[in-house]
C-alpha cells in the first residue's frame, strides 16, 4: 500500500498492515532502495514474522517466503576458490561482485590492491564490469561473504623478509612524492618506503627535500620495517655514515695522519675503479 525508504506497507487484511522492513526484503539486497524492490499496489507474499497487540505493530517478510540460498551457500562457492562475476554495485566501502540471482559477495576498498590507496582503486571498476576476486570468507549466519582481489596476487610485501630486503640492507628506491618531512619512494615489488628529512644526509645543511626530484633515484639503508603500516623507513644519513665507517676501516684512520677527505677518496677512487672493471667484463660477455 505504500513505499518509504525503510521498507513497504503491506495489507494482509482489509485494516490490518504490516512492515517489510528493507532487510526482510531480499536475502541479499537488504541496504537496496524499496522502491527498486516493490511498486505500490503490488501483490507480494510475506511471512508474519512477530506481532504486537499493545503496539499494533505487524512484522512481515518477503525473503521468508523463498528458499533460503545460504542454505546451499557451500556448494557454490569454496574458500580461497577463485569467483568471476559482474560489478553490481559500487559504495565508498567496497564493491559487490553477484554470486548469483540471490546474492552478493563484498569486496571490501582495502580488498582491492595491497598498495594503491582504496579511493583511487575504487574509480577503477564500473557497474556491470565482469571482474574475478577470490573468495576470502563465507558467513552464512550473518549471510556475508567477503571476496578479495589483491589476494589473487602475491603481497609484495612478504618480499621484505628475503635476504636483500633487510634492516641493514642499501637499497635503490625511487622518490614518488616529496614533502616537508621527507621523501616518500617505492622500493621493488611496490614496497612503500619512506625517508625523514633528518635522514637526508649526515650534514645537517644538506637535510633538505627539496635537494630531490620525483622520479629520481636514490640509495639508502633500510632502518626498519613496520609491518603494521607496511611501510619501510630508510636513511641515506645511515647508509653514508656506514660508508664512512668502512672506509675508514678499510683505507687508513686519521689517527695514522690521513684526514677523513683522503680515506673517502681512496674509498671512492676504489670502488669507482671496481665499477669500470666490472662493466668492461660485462662487455667482453
Known sequence: TNIADYGAFVEIDKGIEGLVHVSEMSWNKKNTNPFKLVAAGEKVEVVILDFDMQKRRL?????????????????????DK???????????????????????????????????????????????????????????????????????????FEAITSEKFKKGSVVTCLVENVVDSGLEVKLENDILGFIKKSDLSREKEEQKPTRFAKGEKVDAMMTNIDKGTRKVYLSIKAMELEEEKKAVKDYGSTDSGASLGDILGAALEAKSEKEDKKTTNNKKD
Not at 512484522?59 to 574458500?79: C, F, H, R, Y
Not at 594503491?116 to 565482469?130: Q, R, S
Not at 563465507?138 to 567477503?146: G, M, Y
Request: aromatic share 6%.
Open 59 to 79: 512484522s512481515l517478510g518477503m525473503k521468508q517466503a523463498t528458499k533460503n540460498p545460504w542454505d546451499e551457500i557451500n556448494k557454490l562457492l569454496v574458500i
Open 82 to 156: 577463485i569467483h568471476e562475476g559482474e560489478i553490481t554495485n559500487i559504495t565508498e566501502f567496497g564493491i559487490f561482485v553477484k554470486i548469483n540471482e540471490d546474492m552478493d559477495g563484498l569486496i571490501h576498498a582495502n580488498d582491492l590492491s595491497w598498495e594503491g590507496k582504496a579511493e583511487e582503486e575504487l574509480k577503477k571498476y564500473n557497474k556491470g564490469m565482469k571482474i574475478k576476486s577470490k573468495v576470502l570468507e563465507i558467513d552464512a549466519e550473518k549471510e556475508r561473504i567477503a571476496l578479495g582481489i589483491k589476494q589473487l596476487d602475491k603481497d609484495p
